[in-house]
């Protein structure tokens, strides 16, 4: 795994800010073919990403690790919410151990 140029960077930081703007403007204009589209371009661009940061051996066990950190935050099996919507973390909750993977 590595960052890879500079130029790589802002590429692929270019391509995934263009398709979550397209997204976005689906969204908001309640075209569902056109977020299919989006959501679509958003994960085959990401793939690219991961396979430029060479991380495509270890993605899918970060990820299970974000989503097991995620799924932590749930209190009784409850989701507990801010009032703008975000999700609470409870008390001990531990953010998800990345740095493992890339050892």
Do not use: C
């Amino acid at each position: 795994p590595g960052l890879g140029p500079d130029e790589l960077i802002e590429l692929r930081i270019k391509l995934l800010t263009e398709e979550v703007q397209e997204y976005a403007e689906a969204a908001r204009a309640g075209d569902l073919v056109e977020v299919l589209d989006a959501l679509a371009d958003i994960g085959y661009i990401l793939a690219g990403t991961i396979i430029n940061h060479g991380m495509q051996d270890i993605y899918d066990d970060a990820f299970n690790e974000v989503h097991r950190s995620n799924m932590a935050k749930l209190v009784d099996g409850k989701v507990i919410r801010r009032e703008d919507g975000k999700v609470l973390k409870p008390e001990g909750w531990q953010p998800p151990q990345l740095a493992q993977f890339l050892q």
